[in-house]
């Protein structure tokens, strides 16, 4: 590859896109749970803005496994945040492995990127309405 094309997509806007079976079902748990209204939208299709990142919800025949962070939402302060998803009836998952545990589904993470100039990260995890597996995380610094 040319010297010149090498950075092609460094200066990209990335955005994530999260499938949805019942597109609907999905605008309401991202309104009624999370609080988050779409800026756009177009048939099929739901656009979220968020602090200058995007995400899509689209309609979809196939489904994510779940088993894996598949977006996550950087915030100042995880106990206020999961407290209030929770009243607002998000439910957090419980992990349970050697070396990551969540207590009151908040987890420690070990590490960072190097960059970020935080030493570590605090984070809890939870499903939307269409099983797609989401994330919040706070650096620890």
């Known amino acids: 590859m040319d010297a010149d094309n090498r950075d092609i997509l460094a200066g ?3 955005a994530t896109r999260l499938p949805t079976q019942d597109l609907e079902r999905a605008r309401r748990f991202y309104a009624e749970r999370l609080g988050l209204e779409p800026v756009d939208e177009r048939p099929g299709g739901l656009l979220y803005r968020c602090a200058g990142a995007e995400f899509a ?23 206020t945040a999961v407290a209030e998803l929770r009243r607002r009836g998000v ?16 987890a420690e993470v070990e590490g960072n990127y190097p960059s970020t100039g935080a030493r570590g990260e ?5 499903r939307d309405s269409e099983g797609n597996l989401l994330g ?5 610094l």
């Open 57 to 79: 919800l689209y309609r979809s025949t196939g489904a994510s496994s779940g088993t894996f962070t598949q977006m996550a939402f950087q915030v100042d302060d995880i106990e």
């Open 91 to 106: 439910v957090f998952e419980d992990v349970d492995v050697p070396g990551f545990r969540t207590h009151d589904g908040i």
């Open 12 to 14: 990209a806007h990335v």
């Open 122 to 126: 605090r984070g809890a995890w939870f």
């Open 136 to 140: 919040i995380g706070q650096p620890v």
